[in-house]
């Protein structure tokens, strides 16, 4: 039974969509079997996956009962696009809307590791069908002084979550992306969020650079296109995995960091 992790945060921005794409990388090259969920009607992971813009069916058929999600894997991503939007507008009356979800993954979960869920950019229907389906949330937070309370924000809703329909939820941390620990504005955020999320940080942050515009451009992982960046997204990756309890696959990912620096 595969493990399912939600990637979220209160808001856009804050690298979710990069941190799936990364760590999917990252799991795979572990032979990790990876399905990747584009819960994001703007589509950005199915953008940086390179799947055809054509490819049908996506989730927003998944989420109206049209196909199922094991009919939906194209390359090993469920993909999105606009007509998610609707598909959200059409589920928000229906009884059990924050299920859907989760019974429409039920038996691709079976069939992969790891199903890693990219959230849209904002706290609503979508991501608590994305929290209710998951075992386990991660958080994004941008190097930026508001980066605490976004942080706070995505906490209320996984406890709601988890107070309600899906007790098993846990929260596996708050990962810091876009830093810039050169400037002081960077390091303040991160030393307090690391002053109220405690362990839950990461040790590992994701650096800021311009190359993963360039490497999402391009529809090339940063691990390829600078795998000195990339290094970040291994480090997370091991403490991921360590957090999950996997420590086989842990240790295959601390053997690729060693190669990767020796390179
Ligand atoms: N570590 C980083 N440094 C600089 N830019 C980044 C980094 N990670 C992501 N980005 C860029 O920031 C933007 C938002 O990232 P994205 O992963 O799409 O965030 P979200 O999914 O939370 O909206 C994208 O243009 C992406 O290429
Ligand atoms: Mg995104």
């Given at each position: 039974?595969?493990v399912?992790?939600?990637?979220?945060?209160q808001?856009?921005?804050?690298?979710?969509?990069?941190t799936?794409?990364?760590l999917?990388?990252v799991?795979?090259?572990?032979s990790l079997?990876?399905?990747?969920?584009?819960?994001?009607?703007?589509?950005?992971?199915s953008d940086?996956?390179?799947v055809?813009?054509?490819?049908?069916?996506?989730?927003?058929?998944?989420?109206a009962?049209?196909?199922?999600a094991?009919?939906?894997?194209?390359?090993g991503?469920i993909?999105?696009?606009?007509?998610l939007?609707?598909?959200e507008?059409?589920?928000?009356?229906?009884?059990?809307?924050?299920?859907?979800?989760?019974?429409?993954?039920?038996?691709?979960?079976?069939?992969?590791?790891?199903v890693?869920i990219?959230?849209?950019?904002n706290?609503?229907?979508?991501t608590?069908?994305?929290?209710?389906?998951?075992?386990?949330?991660?958080?994004?937070?941008?190097a930026?002084?508001?980066?605490?309370?976004?942080?706070?924000?995505a906490?209320?809703v996984?406890?709601?979550?988890?107070?309600?329909?899906?007790?098993?939820?846990?929260?596996?941390?708050?990962?810091?992306?876009?830093?810039?620990?050169?400037t002081?504005?960077?390091?303040?955020a991160?030393?307090s969020?690391?002053?109220?999320?405690?362990?839950?940080?990461?040790t590992?942050?994701?650096?800021?650079?311009?190359?993963?515009?360039?490497?999402?451009?391009?529809?090339?992982?940063?691990?390829?296109?600078?795998?000195?960046?990339?290094?970040?997204y291994?480090?997370?990756?091991?403490?991921?995995?360590?957090?999950?309890?996997?420590?086989s696959?842990r240790?295959?990912?601390?053997s690729?960091?060693?190669?990767?620096?020796a390179?």
């Open positions: 039974m595969g399912v992790i939600a990637v979220l945060s808001k856009g921005g804050t690298g979710k969509t990069t799936v794409r990364t999917a990388d799991l795979r090259r572990v079997d990876v399905l990747a969920v584009d819960l994001d009607p703007q589509g950005n992971l940086y996956f390179d055809d813009p054509e490819a049908s069916p996506t989730i927003a058929d998944v989420l009962g049209r196909a199922a094991a009919g939906a894997v194209h390359g991503v993909p999105s696009n606009l007509q939007a609707e598909a507008l059409a589920i928000a009356g229906k009884m059990g809307r924050e299920l859907i979800l989760r019974k429409a993954l039920k038996d691709v979960r079976e069939r992969h590791d790891v890693l990219d959230c849209p950019p706290l609503g229907l979508l608590v069908n994305a929290l209710v389906a998951a075992d386990h949330a991660l958080l994004t937070a941008e930026q002084y508001f980066a605490l309370q976004g942080v706070e924000q906490l209320e996984i406890t709601l979550a988890r107070d309600g329909l899906n007790p098993d939820l846990e929260w596996l941390g708050v990962v810091f992306t876009i830093a810039d620990l050169r002081k504005h960077s390091r303040e991160l030393a969020l690391r002053e109220h999320v405690g362990g839950k940080l990461f590992a942050s994701i650096r800021q650079s311009i190359a993963y515009a360039e490497s999402a451009e391009r529809a090339v992982s940063i691990l390829d296109h600078r795998p000195d960046l990339g290094a970040d291994v480090a997370l990756a091991e403490e991921v995995l360590d957090r999950l309890g996997l420590a696959s240790r295959r990912v601390r690729l960091a060693e190669e990767m620096a390179a």
